[in-house]
T-cell receptor
């Protein structure tokens, strides 16, 4: 069985400061992990994905995430927040085939000027 | 490519009415997914198709919900009869699982916001 937990429902940062969105997962096999972003009234867009190639994954818009098997974590980070980063972020785990996807509850990121 | 297209973008209907949501996947994609997003339950996978065939519908909430994919470029999600608790945003997504391997991203449509009064 798989599950994913996003540890914060809301995160607020100031523009130019680092972003950390936390995600823990549970999986009985080697998972595929994704981060998606959803801007208001928009569909979801893939930020990055982990598929066992490298533990540090770089995505679009300066985001990256590190897979830590010992901690069962896949936290999303960005060195410097931009106003346009304000959105909802979803951590996703899928089965090895990539078919059954389970979404976290989401973390809403607020960016203050 | 225009991306995944969903229609309508917004639907307001009365309880008991039939609702049909439509999706056109990205051309060439062989998997299509229907999701529902609510505040209470977040994003839930309802059903997915491979080459127009339903593979897993275990997420479909009840018999009032049905989905079809008559051809590679069109899918519908129907709710009959609709109830207020069906109010949600319904997303369609597609991807290609061919030569690139099993971990391809899903491309999401803009969603249909359904309100059942």
């Amino acid at each position: 069985a798989q599950s994913v937990t996003q540890l914060d429902s809301h995160v607020s940062v100031s523009e130019g400061t680092p972003v950390l969105l936390r995600c823990n997962y549970s999986s009985s096999y080697s998972p595929s992990l994704f981060w998606y972003v959803q801007h208001p009234n928009k569909g979801l867009q893939l930020l990055l994905k982990y598929t066992s190639a490298a533990t540090l994954v770089k995505g679009i818009n300066g985001f990256e995430a590190e897979f830590k098997k010992s901690e069962t974590s896949f936290h999303l980070t960005k060195p410097s927040a931009h106003m346009s980063d304000a959105a909802e972020y979803f951590c996703v785990v899928s089965d090895p085939g990539g078919f059954k996807t389970i979404f976290g509850a989401g973390t809403r990121l607020f960016v203050k000027a | 490519d225009a991306g995944v297209i969903q229609s309508p973008r917004h639907e307001v209907t009365e309880m008991g009415q039939e609702v049909t949501l439509r999706c056109k996947p990205i051309s060439g994609h062989d998997y299509l997914f229907w999701y529902r997003q609510t505040m209470m339950r977040g994003l839930e996978l309802l059903i997915y198709f491979n080459n127009n065939v339903p593979i897993d519908d275990s997420g479909m909430p009840e018999d009032r919900f049905s989905a079809k994919m008559p051809n590679a470029s069109f899918s519908t999600l129907k709710i009959q009869p609709s109830e207020p608790r069906d109010s949600a945003v319904y997303f369609c997504a597609s991807n290609l699982r061919g030569l690139a391997g099993p971990f391809n991203e899903q491309f999401f449509g803009p969603g249909t916001r359904l309100t059942v009064l």
